[in-house]
Nanobody
Framework: VQLQASGGGLVHTGGSLRLSCAASGRSFSSYALGWFRQAPGKEREFVAA????????YNADSVKGRFTISRNNAKNTVYLQMNSLKPEDTAIYYCAARWGGVAATTAPEYDYWGQGTLVTVSS
Protein backbone atom coordinates (compact mmCIF):
# COMPACT_ATOMS: atom_id res chain seq x y z
CA VAL A 1 0.00 0.00 0.00
CA GLN A 2 1.17 3.54 -0.73
CA LEU A 3 0.33 6.40 1.61
CA GLN A 4 0.08 10.11 0.81
CA ALA A 5 -0.26 12.54 3.70
CA SER A 6 -1.57 16.08 3.30
CA GLY A 7 -3.10 18.93 5.24
CA GLY A 8 -0.11 20.32 7.06
CA GLY A 9 0.60 24.01 7.28
CA LEU A 10 1.23 26.99 9.50
CA VAL A 11 -1.22 27.75 12.28
CA HIS A 12 -1.25 29.92 15.39
CA THR A 13 -1.36 28.54 18.92
CA GLY A 14 -4.87 27.35 19.71
CA GLY A 15 -5.73 26.76 16.08
CA SER A 16 -6.81 23.60 14.30
CA LEU A 17 -5.72 21.51 11.34
CA ARG A 18 -6.97 18.29 9.83
CA LEU A 19 -4.44 15.95 8.31
CA SER A 20 -5.45 13.38 5.73
CA CYS A 21 -3.65 10.30 4.54
CA ALA A 22 -4.91 8.65 1.37
CA ALA A 23 -3.94 5.07 0.64
CA SER A 24 -3.67 3.38 -2.71
CA GLY A 25 -3.90 -0.33 -3.23
CA ARG A 26 -6.33 -2.96 -2.14
CA SER A 27 -7.48 -4.20 1.25
CA PHE A 28 -7.30 -0.84 2.99
CA SER A 29 -9.66 -2.10 5.66
CA SER A 30 -7.20 -4.87 6.51
CA TYR A 31 -4.71 -2.35 7.85
CA ALA A 32 -4.49 -0.57 11.14
CA LEU A 33 -3.34 3.02 10.69
CA GLY A 34 -1.27 5.34 12.76
CA TRP A 35 0.09 8.84 12.93
CA PHE A 36 3.58 9.60 14.16
CA ARG A 37 5.54 12.83 14.28
CA GLN A 38 9.13 13.94 14.36
CA ALA A 39 10.24 17.33 15.58
CA PRO A 40 13.64 18.80 14.66
CA GLY A 41 16.39 17.10 16.63
CA LYS A 42 14.02 14.59 18.20
CA GLU A 43 13.09 11.00 17.61
CA ARG A 44 9.92 9.97 15.87
CA GLU A 45 7.08 9.58 18.35
CA PHE A 46 3.66 8.00 18.37
CA VAL A 47 0.64 10.28 18.09
CA ALA A 48 -2.47 8.19 17.43
CA ALA A 49 -3.61 4.86 15.99
CA UNK A 50 -6.84 3.26 14.84
CA UNK A 51 -7.86 -0.33 14.19
CA UNK A 52 -9.37 -1.61 10.99
CA UNK A 53 -13.00 -1.05 12.02
CA UNK A 54 -12.34 2.30 13.63
CA UNK A 55 -13.67 0.98 16.91
CA UNK A 56 -10.29 0.94 18.65
CA UNK A 57 -8.17 4.05 18.94
CA TYR A 58 -5.09 5.02 20.91
CA ASN A 59 -3.68 8.46 21.58
CA ALA A 60 -0.43 9.62 23.05
CA ASP A 61 -0.85 11.32 26.42
CA SER A 62 0.49 14.55 24.96
CA VAL A 63 -2.43 14.83 22.52
CA LYS A 64 -5.33 13.31 24.47
CA GLY A 65 -8.36 15.54 24.43
CA ARG A 66 -6.96 17.58 21.53
CA PHE A 67 -6.37 15.19 18.62
CA THR A 68 -8.81 12.69 17.13
CA ILE A 69 -7.97 9.94 14.68
CA SER A 70 -10.64 8.56 12.36
CA ARG A 71 -10.86 6.61 9.13
CA ASN A 72 -13.14 6.21 6.15
CA ASN A 73 -12.62 2.79 4.61
CA ALA A 74 -14.83 3.66 1.64
CA LYS A 75 -12.44 6.50 0.78
CA ASN A 76 -9.22 4.68 1.77
CA THR A 77 -8.37 7.61 4.00
CA VAL A 78 -7.33 8.18 7.60
CA TYR A 79 -7.63 11.55 9.29
CA LEU A 80 -6.08 13.34 12.23
CA GLN A 81 -8.13 16.22 13.55
CA MET A 82 -5.87 18.45 15.61
CA ASN A 83 -7.38 21.10 17.88
CA SER A 84 -5.91 23.45 20.47
CA LEU A 85 -2.54 23.24 18.80
CA LYS A 86 0.58 24.18 20.72
CA PRO A 87 4.06 25.17 19.55
CA GLU A 88 5.34 21.81 20.82
CA ASP A 89 3.10 20.10 18.25
CA THR A 90 5.37 21.46 15.52
CA ALA A 91 6.76 18.48 13.60
CA ILE A 92 6.61 16.48 10.44
CA TYR A 93 3.61 14.18 10.72
CA TYR A 94 3.73 10.75 9.14
CA CYS A 95 0.96 8.27 8.52
CA ALA A 96 1.67 4.56 8.65
CA ALA A 97 -0.14 1.31 7.91
CA ARG A 98 0.10 -2.00 9.71
CA TRP A 99 -1.10 -5.21 8.10
CA GLY A 100 -3.58 -7.22 10.12
CA GLY A 101 -5.80 -4.43 11.35
CA VAL A 102 -4.75 -4.32 15.00
CA ALA A 103 -3.72 -0.86 16.12
CA ALA A 104 -0.24 -0.45 17.56
CA THR A 105 1.70 2.34 19.21
CA THR A 106 5.32 1.78 18.19
CA ALA A 107 6.90 2.59 14.84
CA PRO A 108 8.58 -0.81 14.22
CA GLU A 109 5.14 -2.44 14.22
CA TYR A 110 4.14 -0.58 11.06
CA ASP A 111 4.84 -1.87 7.58
CA TYR A 112 4.28 1.13 5.31
CA TRP A 113 4.94 4.84 5.70
CA GLY A 114 3.86 7.99 3.93
CA GLN A 115 6.18 10.85 3.07
CA GLY A 116 5.14 13.20 5.87
CA THR A 117 3.46 16.59 6.06
CA LEU A 118 4.85 19.55 8.00
CA VAL A 119 2.83 21.17 10.78
CA THR A 120 4.13 24.42 12.22
CA VAL A 121 2.46 26.05 15.20
CA SER A 122 3.52 29.60 15.91
CA SER A 123 3.37 31.12 19.38
Amino acid sequence: VQLQASGGGLVHTGGSLRLSCAASGRSFSSYALGWFRQAPGKEREFVAAIGWTGGTTYNADSVKGRFTISRNNAKNTVYLQMNSLKPEDTAIYYCAARWGGVAATTAPEYDYWGQGTLVTVSS
